[in-house]
């Protein structure tokens, strides 16, 4: 699933490529947009701003429209020039925005609705957002009390639910947790306040280093070169995700992976840079 840094590049990319052009085509394959564009059609309205939040894009047209995205597990957006060839197969397009210069193409997309501000506020699942990681205006300490105010909840589950911090996805869980020396299924009450900040912080410094200029543009599903360790050999880029049995970058021992959480998503650690305390 993309996580907040790849949702951040890809609407920054979409923003540079869109804002403040004409729509001039507007075309969909989701019923419930193409109703909302044939009662106030999107063609002649101005791509004002694409920003993101955590793993939402938010695609903003005079008049107060607002295209929400969110790519679950199989979607991405695409910018081609008119004519281009497109990588993807038509027959996977979901939403097709047209300018006279640029083509913007969202595929396998799972969820697109257009909102007002008004119901944006409104809607499930985006009005309990927690701070976005990436956000300039994000508020460290804010984060920690966010944190703490979930004392029974497993640290790696804290991570990935998204009224605590947006952005944060399966990668990077298990990233942060090993970089501050937090065994993910401890519960955030059994966390110091050296730990608390050691995790938002580190989240927060994960993600930044994952959106400069030169982590790459391309408006596509996430696909691979996510760094945490900061080495530039692509097969030492991760310390313990998706490296099950394999020897920890720190100490030699053997990483380890289970399911966690309701979703059962995998979660990676080290168990012995990662012990759980003795009480």
């Not at 397009?93 to 396998?108: C, D, E, P, Q, Y």
């Amino acid at each position: 699933m993309p996580e907040g840094d790849t949702i951040f590049r890809a609407a920054r990319t979409l923003n540079q490529a869109l804002a403040g052009q004409l729509v001039t085509g507007f075309e969909t394959q989701l019923p419930k947009l193409s109703r909302v564009d044939f009662d106030t059609p999107l063609t002649g309205r101005t791509v004002e701003k694409v920003e993101s939040h955590g793993k939402w894009m938010l695609m903003h047209f005079s008049g107060d429209l607002i295209l929400l995205t969110h790519m679950l597990m199989s979607g991405s957006w695409h910018i081609y020039r008119p004519g281009e060839s497109w990588q993807r197969r038509p027959i996977d397009m979901r939403i097709l925005v047209k300018t006279g210069k640029i083509w913007a193409v969202a595929f396998n997309v799972p969820v697109a609705e257009f909102h007002t501000a008004d119901t944006l506020r409104r809607r499930d699942g985006f009005r309990t957002l927690g701070q976005d990681v990436l956000a300039p205006e994000f508020d460290s300490a804010e984060a920690v009390a966010e944190l703490r105010s979930h004392p029974d909840l497993e640290v790696g589950v804290a991570l990935l639910t998204q009224s605590i911090m947006a952005g944060l996805g399966n990668v990077f869980k298990s990233e942060v947790c090993f970089a501050c020396g937090v065994n993910p299924f401890r519960r955030v009450a059994s966390l110091s306040a050296e730990e608390l900040v050691c995790v938002v912080d580190t989240a927060r410094k994960f993600l930044l280093a994952n959106v400069t200029e030169t982590s790459g543009d391309h408006i596509v599903t996430y696909s691979g070169m996510r760094r945490t360790t900061g080495r530039a050999n692509a097969e030492e880029r991760l310390f313990v995700y998706r490296r099950r049995n394999e020897p920890c970058r720190h100490c030699g021992t053997a990483i380890e992976s289970r399911k966690q959480g309701l979703g059962a998503r995998t979660t990676f650690w080290c168990p012995q840079c990662q012990p759980i305390p003795e009480n």
